[in-house]
């Protein structure tokens, strides 16, 4: 991490009450985030990469979610020990979320306008017609067709792609030290997913907001992120620039999941190499390290002991015991 | 494009699906179409997976429930191994659907939560009467199972037991049941998580070798796309734009539109995407009720001439198995 400290996120713990037990999403997640730096944060269904992004702007529905501990230092404070009202003078005004469905963010029932102006009025003391003013040049900003004449629209009159660069024009309507994006162009289709996406991050780049971004696609995190966070069980498997992270994985979780995928720049027609096992069931994690039951490279000590997330190089951690065997 | 008869599994020419558009509260009335798939031709070989890609809109999916005859065709004709089924009734399609089968995007809405295991991949055998007895019965359902790599012994547990990917295995099962010679895979790996999709993605191209099946493979995942197919034709409103084999198709795309989708595909390695230049096109699929006149992808793309704007370009062959529609050649 270089630059200035903005998101300091530590021993991060999130719990949920289910049927089956309380099941710990988030288990001892800790990263730090600079100012202007994109990190995404990588990992599949259930790896805790949403429920990570949702306790950082304490949006986790309690009961039955949890924070049960940890620290999210951000420009100084812990957001974890905010009040309500506090916490929602830093929501949509210092730190910004898109979702991955821009459909049930929009309230439907309001012109885009509107909604694009409401966080200007309400945290920048804005008179009315300068706050949707702002919200025209947002629009414009976010190359939507037609802006200005679009504040009037509703949400259900635009297409996907509009509807995802309206929130990317609600999220910079503050100037927003962070940006959260959960998943952002996972609904939309391929060539309008790209244009979201060099959107987003040139925005955020002209603004010197800092992105989180959270996929699934490691394509997306190759062209996008500055330093990756791989998660697994709720839990940080391996962190680091994203140059390193690609040409020298330490846990075998990573090297598991880049050898898995086809990529288009390699020969086609051979065998990939996946990774056996199923996904982890969170209420029944192994007591040792998470994703060994699918590991190859797992011993008797990965089944008892957890591994601990230790650096391994400049700025590069792993969580994982045989770390130092692994990567060429 | 063309391939010979006994060769061939499948065979269309300019399909059309047309979906009418209604208005009016109580006479209701044809306003409109929605043109989803709108003269559609190829060929599929014995053995050969096709590949159909294309973003939302572009009727890849229409055009595999029509082949399978699974939604009315407007015009054109679909011939499976020789005999055309464009005009078939329900009961003369019976013995032809054993022969094709389907394999669905979502392995959640896909298998009744109802019913074990066994009755799912074992139902298409008791519909068509191919079980002689409970024992017959029994033992066709394990061997399947095998096949997809599930143990026996989860015949008797409920789709809810199971995970995406195992689910995904319960579906090609079923598909397998009646040995079908072509199955038709809609999105297959598209809801799984990326370290499962590997694992299926190598069953489908296991139980091709080991069975012989063809396969039309729909996706929007290029990258998927480009590894399990051998040719790969490109869809955009309605129309192919470019067919090609594989290894062509992304060492030169032809049609501008191919060269857009394949440069809006990132490539795993940070290293790589620095040095590549990114060429995204602007706007978005127009409304497949009011395409645009003459090339349908004129609106949106960078070569576009004046020609482009009246005259629609047909598909035609380039060289060697591969065709293109695109004014630029030709």
Request: proline fraction near 7%.
């Amino acid at each position: 991490m270089t630059g200035a400290r903005l998101l300091s996120v530590k021993g991060l713990s999130t719990e949920f009450r289910t049927d089956r037990g309380t099941v710990r999403a988030v288990d001892d997640v800790s990263f730090d985030l600079a100012a202007g730096e994109t990190l995404a944060i990588v990992g599949e269904s259930g790896s805790g990469k949403s429920v990570t992004a949702l306790s950082v702007l304490r949006l986790i529905p309690t009961p039955p979610g949890r924070i049960s501990s940890g620290e999210v230092l951000f420009e100084g404070r812990d957001l974890l020990k905010l009040d309500e009202r506090e916490i929602r003078a830093i929501r949509g005004n210092r730190i910004a979320m898109i979702f991955q469905e821009p459909m049930s963010s929009l309230n439907p029932s309001l012109t885009v306008g509107l909604q694009i102006a409401e966080p200007v009025q309400l945290h920048r003391k804005a008179p009315w017609a300068a706050a949707l003013d702002k919200a025209g040049e947002l629009l414009e900003r976010v190359r939507l067709p037609d802006a200005r004449s679009r504040l009037s629209s509703y949400p259900h009159q635009f297409s996907g792609g509009m509807r995802q660069r309206a929130m990317i024009a609600m999220a910079l309507a503050c100037q927003p030290q962070l940006i959260i994006a959960d998943e952002p162009t996972t609904a939309l289709d391929v060539t309008v997913q790209a244009q979201i996406l060099a959107l987003l991050k040139e925005l955020t780049r002209a603004a010197n907001s800092a992105l989180i971004l959270i996929t699934h696609d490691l394509g997306v995190v190759a062209r996008y992120a500055d330093r990756v966070c791989v998660m697994y069980g709720g839990r940080v498997a391996e962190m680091g620039p994203a140059r390193e992270i690609y040409a020298h994985p330490r846990h075998p979780y990573t090297i598991g999941l880049m050898a898995s995928v086809p990529r288009l720049d390699q020969e086609a027609g051979s065998r990939l190499v996946p990774i056996e096992g199923q996904p982890p069931d969170l209420s029944r994690l192994p007591p040792g390290c998470a994703f060994q039951p699918r590991c190859r490279f797992a011993t008797e000590r990965c089944r008892v002991e957890r591994p601990p997330l230790v650096s391994t190089g400049p700025d590069h951690l792993s969580a994982c015991h045989h770390h130092d065997r692994l990567g060429a | 494009m063309t391939a010979s008869a006994p060769d061939r599994v499948l065979s269309v020419r300019d399909l059309k699906v047309h979906f009418p558009v209604l208005a009016g509260a109580v006479l209701r009335r044809q306003v409109g179409s929605v043109r989803a798939v709108d003269g559609v031709s190829f060929d599929v070989r014995r053995g050969e997976t096709l590949g159909l890609v294309g973003e939302s809109g572009c009727g890849k999916s229409t055009t595999g429930l029509a082949v399978l005859r699974m939604l009315d065709i407007t015009s054109g004709r679909v011939e499976f191994e020789g005999e055309d089924i464009t005009g078939l009734d329900r009961a003369a399609m019976r013995p032809i659907r054993r022969r094709m089968q389907m394999v669905y995007q979502d392995p959640f809405g896909s298998l009744n939560p109802r019913m074990k295991v066994a009755e799912i991949v074992g139902e298409p055998l008791e519909v068509h009467g191919l079980a002689a007895d409970r024992a017959a019965f029994r033992e066709r359902v394990a061997a399947l199972l095998d096949m997809v790599g599930l143990l026996p012994d989860m015949a008797d547990r409920y789709p809810h037991e199971f995970s995406g990917g195992q689910r995904q295995r319960i579906g090609i099962a079923r598909a397998l049941a009646l040995e079908p010679s072509l199955i038709v895979c809609d999105e297959p790996v598209s809801a799984l998580d990326v370290s499962i999709q590997a694992q299926v993605v190598n069953l489908f191209q296991e139980l091709q070798e080991r069975l012989g099946l063809t396969y039309i493979f729909i996706a929007h995942d290029l990258a998927v796309v480009r590894h399990i197919s051998h040719r790969i034709a490109v869809m955009y409103l309605g129309r192919i734009v470019e067919i090609a084999p594989r290894g062509e198709l992304y060492a030169r795309p032809l049609h501008p539109y191919t060269q857009a989708l394949l440069a809006a595909i990132p490539i795993p390695d940070p290293a790589i995407e620095a040095g590549r230049p990114q060429q995204i096109i602007s706007g978005e699929v127009p409304s497949a009720m009011r395409p645009p006149p003459g090339c349908r992808f004129h609106t949106r793309c960078p070569h576009a001439m004046d020609r482009c704007k009246t005259e629609d370009p047909p598909l035609k062959e380039i060289d060697g198995g591969r065709a293109v529609a695109c004014h630029l050649y030709g």
